[in-house]
């Protein structure tokens, strides 16, 4: 339930560890809504969520589950650096970790710029330098490319590839199709509905078509 | 809760403070201008008798407008629902701020009595301390009750609405227009309820007379517990679950 509506009935299905999964679907489709579910920011009015064999949103998870909102959730007043560092000391994140993350996104350099300075892109890569802070064990990320320049979209999915490859599992929402082609899973969903869940090949597969967006469109209209 | 996150979260939000030069400057030259203001229009009597618990008020104001306005900004941008999905205690969010706009009510207090008593000639029988005393628990009051009321206010414009639906009925009961003593029963029965009574009852005892007594601190006292209340109120009211 969100705002009073049902935004999700009888959604059922389980996110493999250790790959990337792909959370696809038009705006309103209910994308946000299942990502707060599972990390445990949402109401939920019915059903379960479990996430590491534990309820979503218990303390333990705290530290094991790292959550990137779809707006940059970082502070505009403060700098790069104090925004990691803030965030870095409320994880207990060890404080070299810092440089760490933000030469991961790519900002070295702009330790001290006042993240309200900077452009939308360079803001949401702040947002994702919090969420790479410590070791999450999980990454759940609401559209974490969007206003991104091609490049640094390209070194990101790399990254997630690479981070799903030391076993970490993400889970990242988009809307836009050709980022299908990054992720080892998907989950298609349309109205709080999940049309698919598969690999990309598994889908392309059952769909009989070359792309996702084609899989989509087959997918919402019923053709085999 | 931890004691670390909490100065962690207390040193952000001064750290954000830094940042923003004219805030700060509001906070701190507002007041002393009204004290002023009031010192020019005043008999030195009336300065007295009027200044004094102003004084107290002031801060809690200022307080009470920035920290439910700052929570509130919190919860739109999102870095709210951020927090809460990490490892923080509710606790520590809560008293992160009450320590930061504390720690800026502590320096209002100092700024605006040590220029209405050195510059404006505000005549104080009781111990300067007394007086700093209670500034500051007035302005951690105001801290608490805008941490309280931010959780229910869903914009800043409904934020900045509490002040006159909160603040101003306190302002008009707390003795300062009519003695309440004089009061309506059942008005002076409500004040008897509203914390800022007993904020200007404390301030009025530092003004009147040189040695503190019991009630002092008992008013004092009464103050700083609506204070916790206020404080408890406001991480009780945080939900990490929202719909």
């Known amino acids: 339930m969100r705002g009073g509506v049902t935004v999700l009935p009888g959604l059922n299905a389980q996110v493999a560890a250790g790959r990337v999964t792909g959370l696809l679907g038009p705006s309103g489709s209910g994308k946000t809504t299942l990502i707060r579910s599972i990390v445990g920011v949402q109401q939920v009015a019915g059903g379960t969520v479990t996430v590491l064999g534990l309820p979503a949103g218990t303390p333990e998870l705290r530290s094991r589950v790292a959550y990137v909102t779809q707006d940059a959730s970082v502070y505009s007043d403060l700098t790069v650096a104090q925004n990691v560092s803030y965030f870095a000391r409320i994880l207990g994140a060890p404080a070299n970790d810092v440089d760490r993350v933000i030469h991961e996104v790519g900002l070295d350099g702009r330790e001290g710029d006042r993240v309200g300075r900077l452009s939308g892109g360079e803001r949401s890569r702040v947002s994702l330098a919090v969420a790479l802070l410590g070791t999450p064990e999980v990454l759940v990320l609401d559209e974490p490319t969007v206003g991104l320049d091609p490049v640094l979209r390209r070194d990101l999915w790399q990254m997630f590839g690479e981070l799903a490859a030391k076993g970490l599992t993400l889970l990242i929402s988009s809307h836009v199709m050709d980022e299908a082609s990054r992720c080892d899973d998907l989950m298609l969903m349309r109205d709080g509905r999940l049309l698919a869940h598969d690999s990309v090949a598994g889908i392309l597969a059952a769909t009989g078509t070359d792309d996702i967006e084609s899989a989509f469109l087959s997918l919402v209209e019923g053709k085999p | ?243």
Request: charged letters at 10%.
């Open chain 2, 1 to 243: 809760m931890t004691a670390t996150r909490t100065v962690v979260t207390a040193r952000r939000v001064v750290q954000q403070l830094q940042h923003d030069h004219r805030t700060v400057a509001l906070i701190l030259v507002v007041p002393c201008v009204l004290m002023g203001l009031l010192a020019w229009m005043l008999s030195d009597a009336d300065f007295n008798q009027y200044g004094a618990p102003l004084l107290g008020i002031f801060p809690l104001i200022v307080m009470f407008l920035t920290t439910s306005v700052a929570t509130l900004r919190e919860r739109e941008s999102g870095t709210l629902e951020r927090l809460l999905s990490m490892p923080i205690a509710k606790a520590d969010f809560v008293l992160g701020y009450a320590l930061a706009f504390g720690l800026l009510g502590v320096v209002q207090a100092l700024v605006v009595s040590g220029l209405s008593v050195g510059v404006f000639g505000l005549d104080v029988a009781g111990p300067t301390w007394a007086l700093i005393v209670v500034a500051v628990v007035d302005a951690l009051l105001g801290t608490a009750l805008g941490l309280f009321v931010s959780a229910f206010a869903k914009t800043e414009f409904q934020a900045v609405q509490f002040m006159p639906a909160l603040i101003l009925p306190q302002l008009l009961l707390c003795g300062i227009i009519v003695p309440r003593d004089e009061l309506p029963t059942a008005l002076r029965l409500l004040s008897n309820v509203l914390p800022m009574s007993y904020a200007v009852d404390a301030m009025t005892e530092v003004m009147t007379s040189a040695s503190m007594s019991s009630d002092f601190w008992l008013n004092v006292g009464v103050v700083a517990l609506f204070m916790a209340v206020g404080l408890a109120l406001g991480a009780g009211t945080l939900r990490r679950r929202t719909d």
